[in-house]
T-cell receptor
Framework: GAGVSQSPSNKVTEKGKDVELRCDPISGHTALYWYRQSLGQGLEFLIY????????KSGLPSDRFSAERTGGSVSTLTIQRTQQEDSAVYLCASSSYRGHSPEAFFGQGTRLTVV | KQEVTQIPAALSVPEGENLVLNCSFTDSAIYNLQWFRQDPGKGLTSLLLIQSSQREQTSGRLNASLDKSSGRSTLYIAASQPGDSATYLC???????????FGKGTRLSVIA
């Protein structure tokens, strides 16, 4: 597609339920990133994929969070047993290094509300 | 660990003014620096990308400078307009496709 696409745009879930957030990166972009933005806070790095592998998972806040990427394209961020503190906007970005400096492009985000 | 600081946290200016947003980073060994704009409830829009070997980049009324050795970047907005009202975020990359490290942003309000 023309840009990074995220779905759903909004998700309201009950505490304790599992949620899946989806990211479709720009076609051909090898790197994919997940960030979280809580109300009034900066962007918090969660996980980064190069192709299908995740060289850096250091930002995942707990073992309830996991992510995968298949076919070097779509990525899914899964949050198990959601808690109210998981409420935030989850942003996905992709970039590609083609011999010049990589530039990151972001999706519109998924606003997650845990009630 | 790389840390990015943006000053001021918020800024309000009358329409037509020129303004400067500041960004500083603790580790000068960066690969590139990117300025973004975020409108309320929206994702991030890339404004300018400066490679570590460059000193500045320009796009329309925007000019971004980079002084890597001192760990600083500025975003200059000329002749500000109400439509420029948004949060401006600075982010640095340490290498290749590694993740961006973000500042907390500057919330800009341009008053008509």
């Amino acid at each position: 597609g023309a840009g990074v696409s995220q779905s759903p745009s909004n998700k309201v879930t009950e505490k304790g339920k599992d949620v899946e957030l989806r990211c479709d990166p720009i076609s051909g972009h090898t790197a994919l990133y997940w960030y979280r933005q809580s109300l009034g806070q900066g962007l918090e790095f969660l996980i980064y994929f190069q192709g299908n592998s995740a060289p850096d998972k250091s930002g995942l806040p707990s073992d309830r969070f996991s992510a995968e990427r298949t076919g070097g394209s779509v990525s899914t961020l899964t949050i198990q047993r959601t808690q109210q503190e998981d409420s935030a906007v989850y942003l996905c970005a992709s970039s590609s290094y083609r011999g010049h400096s990589p530039e990151a492009f972001f999706g519109q985000g998924t606003r997650l509300t845990v009630v | 660990k790389q840390e990015v600081t943006q000053i001021p946290a918020a800024l309000s200016v009358p329409e037509g003014e020129n303004l400067v947003l500041n960004c500083s980073f603790t580790d000068s060994a960066i690969y590139n620096l990117q300025w973004f704009r975020q409108d309320p409830g929206k994702g991030l829009t890339s404004l300018l990308l400066i490679q570590s070997s460059q000193r500045e980049q320009t796009s329309g009324r925007l000019n971004a400078s980079l002084d890597k050795s001192s760990g600083r970047s500025t975003l200059y907005i000329a002749a500000s307009q109400p439509g420029d009202s948004a949060t401006y975020l600075c982010a640095v990359r340490q290498g290749g496709n590694t993740p961006l490290v973000f500042g907390k942003g500057t919330r800009l309000s341009v008053i008509a």
